[in-house]
């Protein structure tokens, strides 16, 4: 591969970032997506199973803050993850850019099933 192919695939690769997030915003911003309601992981076995085969994200701060969970709600730009480790059960608030591009596509996959 050539210096100007990896350029041009840098550059497709930025734009369907950016298309992807884009289309999330649009798509949750008046209709937020609810993955599932963590009020219920306490009494539903199976969902406390299965929280961990949700989309994820993670935060790191530069002083070694970190926080892992399951995607459970996005609305517009706004995601809350659903902690599933130390702090198992709490919340984090980020915004879209800062959540895996595969967990950003499986979203996508979310969306089109509730068209």
Do not use: C
Not at 28 to 49: C, G, M, Q
Not at 93 to 110: G, H, I, K
């Amino acid at each position: 591969m050539k210096k100007k192919q990896i350029v041009e695939l840098q550059v497709k690769a930025n734009k369907f970032y950016d298309d992807v997030i884009n289309a999330i915003k649009k798509l949750t911003a008046e209709n937020p997506l609810v993955l599932f309601d963590s009020s219920k992981i306490d009494e539903d076995d199976e969902l406390r199973d299965s929280v961990y085969e949700f989309p994820y994200g993670y935060f790191v701060s530069r002083h070694g803050f970190y926080v892992q969970g399951a995607i459970m709600k996005v609305n517009g730009n706004d995601v809350t993850l659903f902690l599933t480790g130390e702090g198992w059960g709490d919340t984090h608030e980020q915004e879209l850019s800062e959540v895996p591009y595969s967990s950003l596509v499986d979203l996508l996959t979310y969306l089109e099933e509730r068209i």
